[in-house]
């Protein structure tokens, strides 16, 4: 019995001691667990913490070299990395700007590597893949890497690339306990890191778009200000309701509005009545969404003087809807007036051909007339008489040649106050001493006149007066000259005592003269011939 007692009791205590064993056992097991999950949590947190600092320093910091250095400071202090750094590369993977944090100077023979162009391996292919890059044993593996000379056995290295919306631009490296780099949750917010570092640096690049496009917009706009304002060019922009937008400084120079008046001024207040209506159907046009080229009109400046412009109008649209038509014109005014000129020229050149077409036939069929009579001529006396007739119609040709020279230079002569009393004068007596007829002249002036004229003034009472010298075949000439006042005019009366011309010669010589600027050459010589001879028939 009692045996059987000691071996019940002896069993007893050996199962007490081995549970107490056991229970102490998965308590040390427990414990370190809960150590091991503490340390775990500890890690996680720390992590956390390095995102949530990285975080921060995304939204304060918008400098690109500030927020890698910031980064890789971050993941050193906050998460307890040995060390790490960040390399930005450009698409053909040139190395740009870098950062590092635990390395100091043992950090340039991996500058030094990139630069010719070496990427490690763990820089290779984390550019290849979007996951991280782990590396357990980096003695090993990166025999090729500047950077394994300062790793230990115990040293795990993670890589990953720095992407964000298809762009990489970069990698981000880092070396810490090889325990760490196996844990599957460092190792995604190790990623989410990477991803936050790229989405900081794809906010800077846009911000630096942003900048580089209103820097570019605004020197674009300075330089087309500038084109606008040292222009020759008068340009304008027009609102809807006629109203002036904005001009430049040319518009101001040529019209001479100050840019106070422009504020009360509409398009129509410049425009030249003669091309308004011109004008207001080529406005319509363009607020229409049409573009007009080409196009000519007369502006008024502000002293009243017409300005002649050529150019285009266009609209100018915002959002796709026209608020201001642009025009651009050019001040054609002088040119205008040369073309104006030369019309004036041309006309002058018409001008003269008629009057030397009409005055040398007339003095061809005088020549011919007295070398008619020197060959029927009988005597002596008779023949002499018509050789010195054909010698004054030669010398009134040169005369008539020199007098087109001076019709040419009259326009450039100077115009100045003119006695116009002594002008008469001047000529009644070079009249006198030309011709060897007797001449009497009766002048009725009644008083003293002013005009404004030149000496040319002088040349033109001459050549009436020869005029009637030379056909009034009586011993004596007689002219009387009267002046009359009428209608704010002075006008001269100049009567001789020749037979005259009829009613009807006078109404034919006038639609000869009607018809004189469409007939040339022989035609009209010959038609004149007709009339002359008619008229000295008729003496």
């Keep these: 019995m009692f ?23 998965y308590s040390e097991k427990l414990e370190e667990k809960v150590e091991e999950r503490t340390k775990e ?37 906050t998460r307890g ?29 991996i500058i030094e590597q990139l630069n010719r162009g070496e990427l490690p391996y763990c820089v290779r292919k984390a550019l290849k893949q979007s996951d991280v890059v782990v590396i357990k044993d980096p003695l090993s593996i990166c025999t090729d890497c500047a950077m394994v000379e300062n790793c230990s056995p115990d040293t795990g290295a993670m890589t990953v690339r720095l992407e964000y919306d298809g762009k990489i631009y970069g990698v981000l490296y880092a070396t810490m306990p090889s325990n760490f780099i196996i844990d599957k949750e460092e190792q995604t917010l190790f990623k989410e890191i990477a991803r936050d570092i790229a989405f900081g640096l794809y906010n800077i690049e846009i911000e630096e778009r942003r900048k580089r496009a ?6 674009s706009e300075e330089r087309y200000r500038d084109l606008i304002e040292t222009s020759h060019e008068i340009i304008q922009s027009v609102k809807a309701d006629g109203h002036f937008d904005f001009v430049n400084k040319a518009w101001h120079d040529i019209l001479g509005y100050t840019k106070k008046e422009l504020s009360k001024l509409s398009l129509f207040d410049i425009i030249h009545p003669e091309s308004l209506e011109h004008c207001k159907k080529m406005f319509k046009k363009v607020l229409a969404g049409e573009s007009v080229t080409n196009v000519e009109a007369k502006f008024m400046a502000k002293d009243g003087s017409t300005v002649f412009v050529e150019g285009n109008v266009t609209g ?30 041309r006309k002058e050149a018409e ?7 009409h005055d040398v036939g007339n003095l061809n069929q005088i020549t011919m007339g007295y070398l008619y009579l020197l060959q029927t001529a009988e005597d002596k006396e008779t023949r002499k008489k018509n050789v010195e007739g054909i010698k004054k119609s030669i010398m009134k040709s040169k005369r008539l040649a020199e007098s087109m020279k001076t019709l040419k230079i009259i326009k450039d002569t100077k115009i100045e106050k003119f006695d116009l009393n002594k002008s008469i004068e001047r000529s009644i007596k070079n009249i006198k001493e030309y011709s060897d007829k007797e001449i009497e002249v009766k002048s009725d002036i009644d008083k003293h006149y002013y005009v404004k004229a030149n000496d040319f003034l002088d040349r033109v009472f001459f050549n009436i007066l020869e005029n009637s010298v030379e056909f009034i075949f009586k011993e004596k000439v007689i002219i009387d000259i009267k002046t009359e006042e009428k209608d704010d005019l002075c006008n001269i009366h100049i009567h001789d005592n020749g037979i005259g011309i009829s009613k009807e010669k006078k109404k034919e010589i006038l639609e000869n003269l009607e018809t004189l600027s469409k007939k040339r050459g022989w035609d009209f010589i010959l038609q004149r011939k007709s009339s002359i001879d008619s008229m000295e028939n008729s003496r």
């Excluded at 045996?3 to 056992?25: D, H, Q």
């Excluded at 949530?52 to 250095?69: F, G, M, P, S, T």
């Excluded at 209103?214 to 020197?219: D, G, K, Q, V, Y």
């Design 351 to 357: 001008f003269y051909a008629d009057v030397l077409a």
């Design 81 to 109: 990395f040995y060390n790490a750094w960040i390399v930005l590369l450009d698409e053909t993977h040139k190395l740009g700007t870098t950062a590092e944090a635990g390395m100091g100077e043992k950090f340039l023979p």
């Design 3 to 25: 045996c059987i007692v000691g071996f019940v009791v002896g069993n007893i205590s050996e199962r007490k001691n081995n549970a107490e064993n056991k229970l102490k056992e």
């Design 41 to 77: 949590i500890k890690h996680l947190n720390l992590v956390l913490r390095a995102i949530r600092k990285v975080n921060q320093l995304l939204i304060k910091e918008k400098d690109r070299d500030a927020l890698i250095q910031g980064a890789c400071d971050n993941l050193i202090k």
């Design 316 to 345: 100018r649209y915002i959002d796709g809807k026209l608020v201001a038509t642009h025009g651009f014109f050019r001040d054609i005014t002088e040119h205008k007036h040369l073309e104006q000129q030369k019309e004036k020229a």
């Design 214 to 219: 209103e820097e570019a917009l605004r020197e």
